[in-house]
């Protein structure tokens, strides 16, 4: 690891359902986009130690940190302790949202308090504007503040102590306190109302208490309508608030993970901006927070979705993915300045995979917007018709080649998860226009939930392997195809289901974490990455589902080990352990929650030995 460089997993997140920021288990931010998810980063030292600008609070003396989120809550306390001193730091944002009063701005407030001992409390705030390509100025101002203005917007920081400007751009302030005594700052975005004709709006404890026990109280009354009871209750509980702050509030879309570039392997080149709306990631959410009982996010997104589909140009599909405001163009281009996580170029923002065809998301959003109108709401009818027009396309389209689940870019293929998800999306519409009487070419549409069932079974099927492959005639396994009980397609005790899964722990897992494929650079992308936590999920539920109910408890406890510290996941695990690409990654967290629930009904059921048994291999 090189200097200037935490781990991926030493950071907590904060939000305000506008946009994260990162805290390192050091009280650093090293990355928060402002104002927004998929704006130019402000502190950005996670991609670029030296360029990036970061924002840090640190006690002198302090031996070892420790961090944790205050009961149910996105509030995130990092506690330094020293042989004479300990110091507490206490993280958030308010949420943007009617019942959480003083929101409405972008601001990180940061406050410390001493419990024992005196402390010397070193704070540098030093932004680095638009991917650190553009300078600022800083400008201190009567307060107690300093205003660091650049090209696109200005950041105000407002302070208990005086701040001094430093010559490399930052602002910067050592303090000591006693037991008792606190420190409190606000980093706030285009802070007008904080700046009254050059005099910054004092910062005091009493104000900084006030935002804290608002953004407690919105939290805690959020997460209440969580309907879930379950033995896994913490970690599904800290999964849905990691997932309820990766999305957008104006317009209910939610990002896939909250950062870009963040390597798949060390050092690799597999690095992608996931701060954008994939379709087939909202679907999901939707159906994870939906079982837990939180109908307002699933409501936004539907809201979300129905715009795209109206927007969708005539006899067009769905985009694989947006921006979260909806907008569909996000040119992918590279950030050359930006040496990289820990030197792992290229720097990308942007995803060119907007561009890509992925037959699969119909089916996912289908199976979600069935449960939604299941269970939820019903669908309107405006929204019905959309619906209806893509499948009109998907049916004309379903037996091109197409990119894939995984995004591959080393060609077009007929995948089989694709052909399998084609399959999801007539069915489900089928129950649909029968539950509701909703208009609808229901015979056409059998005739193609079947051609894609016969498909899966008579092409994507090998014998020779014994196992379904990734596309007809392939050798290659998919971990993907683990969802086939899942979603109804084959029982999960079928034969040809059974031996696709012990030919999968043959090939795919390893030390009962699951790769997606072998990768050998038919995907068309050099190196190699870690293991899937998604598909390591999907193996509990499979497990689960197929009545090895104490191997998927041990596989599920297992990977719960390799959560960070507070709870949160990247998208991979590498070989040490270590946490590998974007984080949190959204795909993780929903995945959990679905095991859980999935995993608590089997045990709930299961009475027989096989539930105190579990596999060791």
């Not at 288990?25 to 970061?54: N, Y």
């Not at 107690?144 to 010559?167: D, H, I, K, Q, Y």
């Not at 092409?459 to 290659?476: F, I, N, V």
């Not at 695990?573 to 929650?593: C, K, V, Y």
């Amino acid at each position: 690891m090189k200097p200037g460089y935490l781990p991926i997993e030493d950071h907590g997140i904060i939000g305000d359902l506008h946009t994260v920021a990162l805290v390192g288990v050091d009280g650093t931010i090293d990355w928060c986009c402002l104002p927004r998810f998929d704006a130019p980063s402000v502190f950005g030292s996670l991609l670029d130690a030296d360029r990036g600008g970061s924002f840090s609070v640190t006690v002198r003396d302090a031996e070892r940190t420790k961090q944790m989120y205050m009961p149910d809550s996105n509030v995130l306390l990092t506690r330094f302790l020293g042989q004479d001193s300990v110091a507490e730091l206490y993280d958030f944002m308010v949420p943007d949202h009617p019942s959480c009063p003083a929101s409405g701005t972008r601001q990180i407030v940061r406050e410390v308090r001493v419990l024992r001992g005196r402390a010397v409390i070193d704070v540098c705030c030093r932004p680095a504007f638009d991917y650190g390509r553009a300078p600022h100025t800083v400008t201190p101002v009567r307060g107690a503040g300093v205003v660091f203005a650049g090209p696109a917007g200005f950041l105000v920081l407002r302070s208990s102590v005086p701040l001094e400007p430093g010559e490399d751009g930052s602002a910067r302030a050592t303090v000591t306190l006693e037991p008792g005594q606190s420190l409190e700052l606000a980093a706030q975005w285009d802070g007008a109302g904080a700046v009254r004709e050059g005099v910054v709006r004092p910062l005091d404890c009493a104000e900084a208490t006030r935002l804290l026990d608002k953004t407690l109280q919105y939290w805690d009354g959020w997460l209440r309508q969580s309907q879930y009871r379950g033995r896994y209750r913490e970690v599904v509980e800290r999964s849905a608030l990691a997932l309820k702050l990766l999305v957008y509030q104006p317009t209910g879309a939610l990002v896939a993970a909250a950062t870009t570039s963040l390597p798949e392997a060390p050092g690799g080149g597999r690095n992608w901006d996931y701060r954008y709306t994939w379709v087939r990631d909202a679907a999901f959410t939707l159906y994870a927070l939906m079982r837990l009982g939180f109908t307002e996010e699933a409501a936004a997104f539907i809201d979300w979705l129905h715009q795209r589909c109206a927007q969708a140009p005539p006899g067009t599909g769905l985009q694989v993915l947006y921006g979260i405001d909806g907008r569909p163009d996000l040119p992918e281009t590279v950030l050359e300045h930006f040496c990289g996580y820990n030197g792992a170029r290229p720097v990308r923002i942007g995803n060119a995979a907007a561009g890509q065809t992925q037959l699969d998301i119909h089916g996912e959003l289908m199976d979600s917007v069935y449960l939604y109108n299941k269970h939820a709401e019903p669908i309107s009818y405006e929204l019905w018709e959309a619906l209806a027009r893509q499948l009109d396309w998907l049916q004309k389209n379903w037996e091109e080649p197409d990119d894939g689940i995984w995004e591959t870019r080393g060609g077009r293929q007929r995948f089989t998860y694709s052909a399998l998800m084609t399959w999801v999306a007539f069915e489900r519409a089928m129950r649909i226009a029968r539950h509701r009487g909703m208009p609808a070419p229901v015979e056409q549409w059998r005739d193609t939930a079947a051609a894609a069932y016969r498909f899966v079974q008579d092409r994507c099927w090998s014998p020779e392997l014994g196992a379904y492959c990734q596309y007809p005639d392939s050798p290659t396994l998919d971990a993907s195809l683990l969802v086939m009980p899942l979603v109804k397609f084959s029982g999960p005790k079928d034969p040809r289901f059974l031996s696709t899964v012990r030919r999968i722990e043959g090939e795919l897992v390893s030390d009962s974490l699951v790769h997606r494929y072998r990768t050998d650079g038919s995907d068309g992308l050099d190196g190699g990455e870690g293991t899937f936590n998604l598909c390591s999920f999907w193996y509990v539920e499979a497990l689960a589902r197929s009545g090895r109910i104490g191997e998927a408890r041990y596989v599920f406890e297992k990977m719960i080990t390799h959560a960070n510290h507070l709870g949160l996941y990247a998208e991979e695990i590498g070989p040490a352990g270590e946490a590998l690409g974007n984080f949190p990654q959204a795909f993780t967290h929903l995945a959990l929650i679905s095991a859980a629930t999935n995993l608590d009904r089997a045990l709930a059921t299961h009475h027989g030995p096989a539930a105190r048994h579990w596999h060791t291999g």
